[in-house]
């Protein structure tokens, strides 16, 4: 929410992207940590099935006329 608050109206799809991306990238590292996985496979398959899912959220989004 503070990204979103802090960033210029201009760009605050693709900051918002981005971080997302970034935290999904963290947090799939975490979570394979604690769960005793690789920390990089971990963070690569959270954020690569979390940007797949925001793609195909955006794509709808498109299709109805509600995209940024």
Do not use: D, E, K, Y
């Not at 960033?7 to 970034?22: D, E, S």
Request: charged share 0%; net charge positive.
């Amino acid at each position: 929410m503070a990204i979103a608050a802090l960033t210029p109206v201009t760009q605050i799809t693709l900051v918002v992207a981005l971080t997302t991306i970034i935290a999904l990238s963290v947090l799939g590292g975490l979570g394979a940590s604690a769960g005793g996985a690789g920390v990089l496979n971990g963070a690569l398959r959270v954020t690569f099935w979390g940007a797949l899912a925001m793609a195909a959220t955006a794509g709808v989004g498109m299709i109805f006329g509600v995209a940024a």
